[in-house]
């Protein structure tokens, strides 16, 4: 399953990419061109996530549980696959519910962090995905200086909690006011 597992896993990748320049374009600009991708980020988004399920499925076969658990290594891709799939489901749900409306206002702008959230999270999976295969990267450099060695498991400091939290109050509270400010 493993081969089949390594082929899976670009197709997503290569879509949440694409769809995350997409977003970012369209956050920049109001332009035809942009609107015109706009117009195809919903079905991309929903492809994206197909095979998103599909990779992350063959993936949860490649080892029984047993061992891939027993790692630090495998847990925390396990994690961060999760992770991944369910942010991105996320980022679909709020292009498809709220519509043309997420392009308004401060809202833009917060489509264009958690477009860039969300690659940043696929390119942390895809490492230590690569470093279960014996394919390292320097990403994986990069997390060792902000404070996280991807061979130990991967636990939220509490500090790390309470900044998540902040971050989720300013960024509810600038929905609250944008939302005020077109009322």
Do not use: C
């Amino acid at each position: 399953m493993a081969p089949y597992h390594v082929l899976m896993v670009h197709f997503p990748i290569a879509l949440w990419m694409t769809a995350t320049l997409a977003i970012l374009l369209r956050a920049f600009s109001d332009g035809p061109l942009a609107k015109a991708v706009d117009r195809a980020l919903v079905p991309l988004l929903g492809i994206s996530l197909i095979f998103g399920i599909i990779a992350f499925s063959i993936g949860l076969m490649v080892w029984p549980w047993e061992t891939i658990s027993a790692s630090a290594l495998g847990r925390n891709h396990v994690l961060t696959a999760s992770w991944t799939v369910t942010y991105w489901a996320a980022v679909l749900f709020v292009r498809w519910r709220r519509g043309e409306a997420v392009w308004n206002g401060m809202t833009r702008w917060i489509m264009a962090g958690l477009a860039l959230l969300g690659s940043a999270l696929l390119g942390i999976t895809g490492t230590l995905g690569g470093h279960l295969v014996g394919i390292y990267t320097e990403v994986s450099v990069a997390l060792r200086m902000l404070g996280w060695d991807v061979y130990t498991t991967y636990y939220v400091p509490d500090m790390t909690l309470v900044t998540i939290g902040v971050i989720a109050a300013l960024l509810l509270g600038m929905g609250w006011r944008s939302r005020r400010k077109q009322a």
